[in-house]
């Protein structure tokens, strides 16, 4: 407690001697008057005191009288203490996962279904994170990042809710239209892809860092980097990539250029269909090893008159009680 505070409980201890010693004194005064009264007004008091029902009326009267002195003085000191805030202090250091997802959407017309399928489930998904952070990036023939690297899981369900309701569009350019449309072609998913792993901060920590890619990779276009750039830019960057593919198997080529890619991260490609859901692959992204990141220290101080409090009210309780009997 501050020094302030021992000044307001010095004052109080200060108070409670004072009125001891006034009303010692005065019952010393009141005692003599009343006994030097009653030598006056009544003959052979003294066979009056020598009586056993007044002796036990004297002692109840006299332990009483204490009783009220002591609580007294206990819920003046408690309401001193109580007063002067007492205060505890305790150290927390901030602790996050240092698990980075870097969600990456392929939003051609050909993956709306898959696109609101996935979204949906990360919205489900998002109560079993603590400590992750979440980012998402769109892609057509250019890439746009909804949202960076966050652990604001409000904002993060925010953005997925709007985003996947923009898949029912009525007006003309809906939400994940906008800025995927800048380039030649439509679903430029090695342009796609190394935007999602250029989104990742912090290159010196050591941070668990992933893509979950959903994308048929059917290419319409030149795109500027290949899907293998892409997927080597990732890797050499600590990045694994996850990819869900709607039509995993069923173009040999295709999904084996996206299956090559992935795996050459350290990751793995996906049916949509598969006994694997997206559930599973953010299963086996949150098993990957991560180190704790601890904040800097900080010592918060908290009230603590609870206890104080307590006896304050037993005390104050008592003393009515104990007064109203005496006085009866």
């Known amino acids: 407690m501050a020094l302030a505070n021992w000044w307001i409980i010095l004052v109080a201890a200060g108070v409670v001697i004072l009125a001891v010693g006034i009303g010692l004194f005065l019952g010393l005064r009141s005692r003599a008057r009343t006994a030097a009264g009653e030598r006056a007004r009544i ?102 990042q909804v949202f960076p690297l966050t652990d604001d899981y409000e904002f993060v369900r925010e953005h997925l809710q709007s985003v996947r309701e923009s898949f029912d569009y009525t007006e003309d350019i809906p939400e994940h239209w906008v800025g995927t449309l800048n380039g030649d072609g439509a679903s430029l998913i090695g342009d796609g892809l190394a935007a999602c792993a250029m989104a990742f901060d912090h290159p010196d920590d050591e941070r668990s860092r992933s893509v979950i890619l959903a994308t048929d990779n059917e290419v319409n276009g030149a795109s500027i980097v290949t899907v293998e750039e892409a997927a080597a830019y990732a890797k050499g960057n600590g990045v694994r990539v996850f990819a869900i593919n709607p039509v995993q198997g069923k173009d040999a080529a295709v999904s084996d250029e996206l299956t090559a890619a992935a795996e050459s991260t350290g990751g793995q490609a996906y049916g949509l269909r598969d006994t694997t859901t997206v559930g599973d692959i953010v299963t086996a992204v949150q098993e990957q090893d991560a180190t704790e990141l601890r904040g800097q220290a900080q010592v918060v101080w908290t009230d603590t008159p609870n206890l104080w409090i307590v006896v304050l009210m037993i005390a104050s309780l008592a003393f009515v009680g104990v007064v109203w009997r005496v006085k009866l």
Do not use: H, W, Y
């Not at 002195?69 to 206990?74: D, E, P, T, V, Y």
């Not at 819920?75 to 996962?97: D, E, F, H, K, Y």
């Not at 939003?107 to 489930?121: I, N, R």
């Open 43 to 144: 003959a052979r008091a003294e066979r009056l005191r020598a009586l056993p029902t007044f002796r036990s009326a004297l002692r109840r009267r006299v332990l009483g009288l204490t009783g009220i002195l002591a609580l007294g003085a206990i819920a003046t000191l408690s309401a001193g203490v109580v007063a002067a805030r007492p205060m505890s202090s305790q150290t927390i250091q901030p602790v996050n996962t240092s698990r980075d997802i870097m969600l990456c959407l392929d939003v051609s017309g050909s993956m709306s279904e898959v696109d609101v399928e996935v979204l949906s489930v990360f919205e489900e998904l998002l109560e079993g994170f603590k400590g992750e952070r979440i980012g998402l990036t769109i892609f057509n023939s250019s890439p746009v």
